[in-house]
């Protein structure tokens, strides 16, 4: 049989596949196993998800449908139908979010004894606390826009909260549009602590927009308010610059930053008791369809309740904390590069610290024997002990070479801040090669020991960055194995300097070799299972899109190859397929940290290759970045890999997925037997213990 990528019988949609993601994240809300304040941040989570879903995903949909209504997506069908198909999909899935909130989530909050007050169950005491709340924090900031001739509609920026308000009346200067607009500020929490003595309970909160419904009247002094009612505009924010005349990327990625709030307007979420005709009146000034209107019984913007846990003291509502383990090889010696030398050592975040990576780089920057560090940077964060660290080394003298990426998607402003820190103290910044994002995870080190030079390295799955180091799952190795090593080294030389890509010992490398890498090892494994022999593929990523890849899976599958996919995200290969993919199982693990790490595992006749990457099988990562994926050479380390990031989540049934055919997934609950969950198992073989 010919698998062809394009055969809408064989590929899955890419934005429906996000969706059903996030119903598997909306799961961990109605599970009353996970501790309550967990489960709200579950919802808060999903509702993350769904702004950056439409500001790229649908945002892109609704790009294509005005210019390329007439083009095939990979499944087969056109923009516009993949738009209709996700539309009903995100309607359900927010119904279903807003329903968990409202029924299961809130509810078993007030048994906590932790209350969102509504307006229409407030005591007297209560009023009066939020009157004097309204008349000192709220209305001397506030700014209400009358629409008329002279005040038109504002600019209102992305996912904004505002409040649309109907008036009756004329006001001081005999205008009367009966509409006014009010915008939430933003240096404003979406909820208050009400004092205890107020509130009745210790954990007792009032929504600002409840705030501010009661006392909107005050806002129109002599006029009659008929209604009012919040809403929110998600805006296409994807960055993009011109590809020609380009001279200077940082100042054309700065110049777009400042335009991104104002995109075109992709969603409206609007409280579901807004009457119809104020609903036209702003799809109308947005410029949506009726199917961009998502009504919502409940607050808007739910996201904002992810600060909840951090202001209710529970800890029994919360998961219990943990202190991440450090590796052996480095709780003895204090010197890391005598410990690298000895041997590679693997770090399992977040159940084993990122510390020691911070703690590296910080002994190279003091180190005098050391010369030069090299380090590319794709996210981390607005302040970063990492950052501190190359400065530090720069300022001391070292050569610091630094690969910002400047269009790391939400982190350009981040980014940008940190490249013109380094710079003022002399480090060498310099942003990757134009038109191909720098998503590889590196870090190298050179030292100079008995008067020559040694290099060492630090390749990972996961982003220079301590916060996310703490929730998602990720794999980093320090080596000074000589063909990584150089190999690292060869790439810091092809982003920094100009000259055609060379042959590498270890690593393969996307936008080279890793596409072929990749296809040439599921090939082996179709002549190992032709020739009778056993084959086996497992692979564990974030997603799985790129069509070749799919297309190559097939063919191992038609050939006897056992392939084994551990996808958390999106995944367009449909398994299970009769005299297609009926060798191929697709899983999703769903849990307390965010499964992350790329892990590829081919049995090659018995020698068992493993590597790690930052690059999933998607298009982008293997012919629009710079990505790598790195060995793993020693046999002890490389018995952890398998132990750790394979083996437990093939048997998990706690917070495992099985995906169909059909593209939906089916829960792996233990019906008897042994209960078996990986996160729980890898915390409870690598953490050091419970934090009190």
């Given at each position: 049989?010919?698998?062809?990528?394009?055969?809408?019988?064989?590929?899955?949609?890419?934005?429906?596949?996000?969706?059903?993601?996030?119903?598997?994240?909306?799961?961990?809300?109605?599970?009353?196993?996970?501790?309550?304040?967990?489960?709200?941040?579950?919802?808060?989570?999903?509702?993350?998800?769904?702004?950056?879903?439409?500001?790229?995903?649908?945002?892109?949909?609704?790009?294509?449908?005005?210019?390329?209504?007439?083009?095939?997506?990979?499944?087969?069908?056109?923009?516009?139908?993949?738009?209709?198909?996700?539309?009903?999909?995100?309607?359900?899935?927010?119904?279903?979010?807003?329903?968990?909130?409202?029924?299961?989530?809130?509810?078993?909050?007030?048994?906590?004894?932790?209350?969102?007050?509504?307006?229409?169950?407030?005591?007297?005491?209560?009023?009066?606390?939020?009157?004097?709340?309204?008349?000192?924090?709220?209305?001397?900031?506030?700014?209400?826009?009358?629409?008329?001739?002279?005040?038109?509609?504002?600019?209102?920026?992305?996912?904004?909260?505002?409040?649309?308000?109907?008036?009756?009346?004329?006001?001081?200067?005999?205008?009367?549009?009966?509409?006014?607009?009010?915008?939430?500020?933003?240096?404003?929490?979406?909820?208050?602590?009400?004092?205890?003595?107020?509130?009745?309970?210790?954990?007792?909160?009032?929504?600002?927009?409840?705030?501010?419904?009661?006392?909107?009247?005050?806002?129109?002094?002599?006029?009659?308010?008929?209604?009012?009612?919040?809403?929110?505009?998600?805006?296409?924010?994807?960055?993009?610059?011109?590809?020609?005349?380009?001279?200077?990327?940082?100042?054309?990625?700065?110049?777009?930053?400042?335009?991104?709030?104002?995109?075109?307007?992709?969603?409206?979420?609007?409280?579901?008791?807004?009457?119809?005709?104020?609903?036209?009146?702003?799809?109308?000034?947005?410029?949506?369809?009726?199917?961009?209107?998502?009504?919502?019984?409940?607050?808007?913007?739910?996201?904002?309740?992810?600060?909840?846990?951090?202001?209710?003291?529970?800890?029994?509502?919360?998961?219990?904390?943990?202190?991440?383990?450090?590796?052996?090889?480095?709780?003895?010696?204090?010197?890391?590069?005598?410990?690298?030398?000895?041997?590679?050592?693997?770090?399992?975040?977040?159940?084993?610290?990122?510390?020691?990576?911070?703690?590296?780089?910080?002994?190279?920057?003091?180190?005098?024997?050391?010369?030069?560090?090299?380090?590319?940077?794709?996210?981390?964060?607005?302040?970063?002990?990492?950052?501190?660290?190359?400065?530090?080394?720069?300022?001391?003298?070292?050569?610091?070479?630094?690969?910002?990426?400047?269009?790391?998607?939400?982190?350009?402003?981040?980014?940008?801040?940190?490249?013109?820190?380094?710079?003022?103290?002399?480090?060498?910044?310099?942003?990757?090669?134009?038109?191909?994002?720098?998503?590889a995870k590196m870090l190298l080190i050179v030292r100079r020991e008995e008067g020559r030079l040694h290099r060492y390295a630090h390749v990972g799955t996961g982003n220079y960055h301590p916060r996310t180091a703490k929730l998602y799952t990720d794999f980093g190795l320090l080596t000074a194995n000589a063909d990584i090593t150089s190999d690292v080294n060869d790439v810091f030389m092809q982003l920094t300097g100009l000259g055609l890509a060379g042959d590498h010992h270890a690593l393969w490398q996307a936008p080279f070799t890793l596409h072929s890498q990749f296809i040439a090892a599921i090939e082996r494994e179709i002549v190992h299972a032709k020739a009778g022999r056993k084959a086996v593929i497992i692979a564990k990523m974030n997603s799985l899109l790129e069509p070749s890849i799919i297309d190559k899976l097939y063919e191992a599958s038609g050939a006897g190859?056992?392939?084994?996919?551990?996808?958390?995200?999106?995944?367009?290969?449909?398994?299970?397929?009769?005299?297609?993919?009926?060798?191929?199982?697709?899983?999703?693990?769903?849990?307390?940290?965010?499964?992350?790490?790329?892990?590829?595992?081919?049995?090659?006749?018995?020698?068992?290759?493993?590597?790690?990457?930052?690059?999933?099988?998607?298009?982008?990562?293997?012919?629009?970045?710079?990505?790598?994926?790195?060995?793993?050479?020693?046999?002890?380390?490389?018995?952890?890999?398998?132990?750790?990031?394979?083996?437990?989540?093939?048997?998990?049934?706690?917070?495992?997925?099985?995906?169909?055919?059909?593209?939906?997934?089916?829960?792996?609950?233990?019906?008897?037997?042994?209960?078996?969950?990986?996160?729980?198992?890898?915390?409870?073989?690598?953490?050091?213990?419970?934090?009190?």
């Amino acid at each position: 049989m010919t698998y062809k990528p394009a055969d809408n019988q064989l590929l899955l949609n890419r934005e429906l596949g996000l969706l059903e993601f996030n119903r598997r994240v909306l799961a961990q809300a109605e599970d009353v196993r996970n501790p309550l304040l967990e489960r709200l941040k579950f919802l808060c989570i999903v509702s993350s998800n769904l702004d950056e879903f439409f500001e790229v995903r649908m945002a892109w949909l609704k790009e294509n449908i005005r210019h390329n209504p007439s083009r095939l997506l990979p499944e087969g069908i056109t923009p516009h139908q993949a738009f209709e198909l996700v539309t009903k999909e995100a309607h359900d899935l927010v119904e279903r979010q807003y329903r968990i909130l409202r029924e299961n989530v809130f509810p078993a909050m007030e048994t906590e004894g932790i209350y969102f007050f509504r307006r229409s169950l407030w005591t007297e005491a209560q009023r009066e606390w939020v009157k004097n709340y309204f008349f000192r924090e709220l209305k001397p900031i506030l700014t209400p826009i009358g629409l008329d001739p002279s005040h038109p509609f504002p600019r209102l920026s992305n996912k904004m909260l505002n409040f649309i308000v109907e008036l009756e009346g004329p006001d001081a200067f005999g205008r009367n549009s009966g509409i006014a607009i009010v915008q939430a500020p933003r240096i404003f929490p979406r909820f208050v602590k009400m004092p205890d003595e107020i509130s009745g309970t210790q954990h007792g909160f009032v929504f600002l927009s409840s705030i501010l419904h009661a006392h909107i009247d005050e806002l129109f002094s002599g006029m009659h308010v008929l209604g009012c009612y919040q809403f929110r505009v998600t805006r296409d924010s994807d960055v993009s610059v011109d590809d020609e005349d380009i001279k200077d990327l940082r100042a054309a990625i700065e110049g777009e930053l400042s335009q991104r709030p104002y995109g075109d307007a992709v969603r409206l979420e609007l409280a579901d008791n807004c009457p119809r005709h104020l609903q036209d009146f702003l799809s109308s000034q947005f410029g949506l369809l009726p199917e961009d209107i998502y009504r919502v019984n409940g607050p808007v913007n739910l996201v904002r309740l992810m600060q909840v846990p951090d202001q209710v003291d529970r800890p029994d509502l919360k998961y219990i904390p943990f202190m991440p383990g450090i590796p052996p090889e480095l709780r003895k010696q204090a010197d890391f590069f005598s410990a690298i030398r000895h041997s590679d050592i693997l770090l399992h975040h977040p159940y084993q610290s990122f510390t020691p990576v911070v703690d590296l780089l910080q002994q190279a920057a003091r180190d005098p024997q050391v010369v030069a560090i090299k380090m590319t940077i794709y996210r981390t964060g607005a302040e970063s002990v990492l950052m501190d660290a190359l400065k530090e080394a720069a300022i001391r003298g070292k050569e610091v070479t630094v690969v910002v990426e400047l269009m790391a998607r939400f982190d350009e402003e981040a980014n940008i801040n940190w490249a013109a820190k380094l710079e003022s103290v002399g480090a060498h910044v310099v942003y990757g090669v134009y038109g191909y994002k720098t998503h590889a995870k590196m870090l190298l080190i050179v030292r100079r020991e008995e008067g020559r030079l040694h290099r060492y390295a630090h390749v990972g799955t996961g982003n220079y960055h301590p916060r996310t180091a703490k929730l998602y799952t990720d794999f980093g190795l320090l080596t000074a194995n000589a063909d990584i090593t150089s190999d690292v080294n060869d790439v810091f030389m092809q982003l920094t300097g100009l000259g055609l890509a060379g042959d590498h010992h270890a690593l393969w490398q996307a936008p080279f070799t890793l596409h072929s890498q990749f296809i040439a090892a599921i090939e082996r494994e179709i002549v190992h299972a032709k020739a009778g022999r056993k084959a086996v593929i497992i692979a564990k990523m974030n997603s799985l899109l790129e069509p070749s890849i799919i297309d190559k899976l097939y063919e191992a599958s038609g050939a006897g190859v056992t392939i084994h996919l551990i996808v958390r995200g999106v995944c367009a290969l449909r398994p299970g397929l009769p005299g297609v993919s009926e060798n191929i199982r697709v899983r999703s693990v769903i849990g307390r940290f965010l499964e992350h790490h790329r892990v590829f595992y081919f049995l090659n006749d018995g020698a068992e290759d493993v590597y790690l990457s930052s690059a999933d099988w998607m298009g982008r990562n293997l012919f629009r970045r710079i990505e790598i994926a790195f060995p793993i050479l020693n046999p002890k380390v490389k018995r952890r890999v398998i132990r750790e990031s394979l083996r437990p989540f093939l048997v998990d049934n706690t917070q495992a997925w099985e995906m169909l055919s059909d593209g939906r997934y089916r829960r792996k609950l233990a019906r008897g037997g042994k209960i078996r969950s990986a996160q729980a198992q890898l915390l409870a073989d690598l953490a050091a213990g419970t934090r009190n």
